[in-house]
């Protein structure tokens, strides 16, 4: 039996890690743009020595995905259901990438068996499902997807701003139960009112594009300044903001200091019939409190896509045992609730499906972590076509001193055309590029590098 070039150090104890930025996912996609658009083409390199790449993809994730892994000549094997960690433990091991989105669960067990494992794709937006410490420590980076349905959930936020101003459920719902009940009185026109958005962000953003469109005038509140799209104009505070919108809605990521951001006091600086929408997170808004201002008709509508709690499968009751106000939330004229579906359309899963796939391809075989959620971030120009007997080292190994020195030692005979190293909690990452390193040499060098006492993994793209 043939083995993969990439060696694995024993798993050493834990590390701390925090999710990349924001601003991560931009670098990615103008890099993307770089390795497109480059007059000398790069060349494939074998991500692993002597055998196939095997993939295993779950959870029915998408068929453009599918076929990303195979254009590469990856062996894919697709299953439409999840796994359970017993199954995953029993069939983890022959894998060099696994797919999966959030039924999933990828633990530190199963980790611990995934003993060929370099990669793994979370083709949804969280990554909780994933044991990302033990991942780490295994230098197996994970790659999600944070923001391809923004569009999707600005997309949403437009229709609920026209639904609530024309009690379009009520009067569909009454139709719905056999009443015709045509009426005008208050129902509005959103041309010339004013949309507060609040997270001037990825869905913010967007939202802001669409909304002017539509006639509106966007304010914006961010704790970071920004230049605005279009018309749009920043305001100095929440306050602010709540005082002057017709519209407000939330877009905020769920941190200690946005939960219950909008409370009992917020509610009250708003406009006297204005509306609330929050389709961010179910924490940052205080829902007894919203509860009051509309039953004291102080606001005259609300659309809310996401909740404190939230059931766990679908057919499951929404109900006061889950959160102690559903009940009288549900029973609320003009109160547009959805189960948390404002990311959810079938151009989302796509570009999911698209960038997860080409980011774990980028990482096979070309060593790039760009936008990874719990590594250091490092990439390195493709080597290109002309530069033949180039080759690339990717060295994961405990971030602590004397690494680079022992790593530079063992290269030094030869001529490193590029190095770049980064550090995330106690994971280090270096990647070199390296000129001239004859086919003899190799294992030697590749036991050298593997043999350093912090080394995680080792592969040699060639
Ligand atoms: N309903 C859904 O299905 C769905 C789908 C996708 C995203 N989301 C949620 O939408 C939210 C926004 O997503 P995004 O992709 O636009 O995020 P983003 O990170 O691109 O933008 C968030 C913005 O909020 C700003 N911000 C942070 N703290 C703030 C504060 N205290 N006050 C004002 N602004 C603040 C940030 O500076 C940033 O500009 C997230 O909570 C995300 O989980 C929901």
Redesign the pocket.
Known sequence: MTSPISIRAPLPTAVSISPST?TIHDRLKSSRKQHDQYLHPPRVLHPIDNEDVRVLVLENISAEAVDTFKAKGFHVDHYKRAMSEDELVEKIGSYHAIGIRSKTKLTARVIKAATKLLVIGCFC?GTNQVDLTSAANAGIPVFNS??S??RS?AELVMSEVVALSRQLFERSYELRTGVWNKQSKNCWEVRGKTLGI???????AQLSVLAEAFGMRVLF????N?MPLGQARQVDSLSTLLAESDFITL?????P??IN?MSREEFAQMKQGAYFIN???GTVTDIPSLVEALKSGHLAGAAI??FPAEPASNGAPFDDQLNSWASELRNIPNVILTP?????TEEAQRMIGDEVSQSLTRYLGYGTTLACVNFPEVDLRAITLEQGTHIRMCHVHRNQPGVLKQVNDALSPYNVEKQYSDSKGHIAYVMADIADVSPKDLPRLRERISGTQANILTRFLI
């Open positions: 924001t937006i944070p923001f349905n923004s959930v609040v997270g001037y962000g990825h869905i913010g509140h961010d704790v970071i920004i877009h905020v990521p769920e941190l200091e946005t951001m389709n961010a997170r896509d996401v948390h579906i404002g990311g959810s």
